[in-house]
Nanobody, 125 residues
């Protein structure tokens, strides 16, 4: 069973950058598609980015395209989310998630089997 632990969240000024990491335990990480989601206070969980197990072309929600980059290092069992040009509306708890399903419908939370505990990102304006 894969377990996920996020880190790298914090407080940053608008326009700044943060890099989130999601460390996975378990031998099957390299065969799992990975996603990042976020949930702002009082709002539903929202898809942010996803990458297939092979590290193919990533997929992003429109609001972060050109600012966020998802990547993974299967040798380190880690997936990253580089967040640049942060805005106040990026403030949320960020979760990484792993999916054993085939690649597709990556924005759907029900495609993901395993979730991390989340890390808070706060962007001050």
């Amino acid at each position: 069973q894969v377990q996920l632990v996020e880190s790298g969240g914090g407080l940053v000024q608008a326009g700044g950058s943060l890099r989130l990491s999601c460390a996975a335990s378990g031998r099957t990480f390299s065969r799992m598609n990975m996603g990042w989601f976020r949930q702002a206070l009082g709002k539903e969980r929202e898809f942010v980015a996803a990458m297939s197990w092979s590290g193919g072309t990533p997929y992003y929600v429109d609001s972060v395209k050109g600012r966020f980059i998802i990547s993974r290092d299967n040798a380190k069992n880690t997936v990253y989310l580089q967040m640049n040009s942060l805005k106040s509306e990026d403030t949320a708890v960020y979760y990484c998630a792993a999916s054993s399903a085939s690649w597709g419908l990556v924005a759907d939370t029900y495609r993901y089997d395993i979730w991390g505990q989340g890390t808070q990102v706060t962007v001050s304006s």
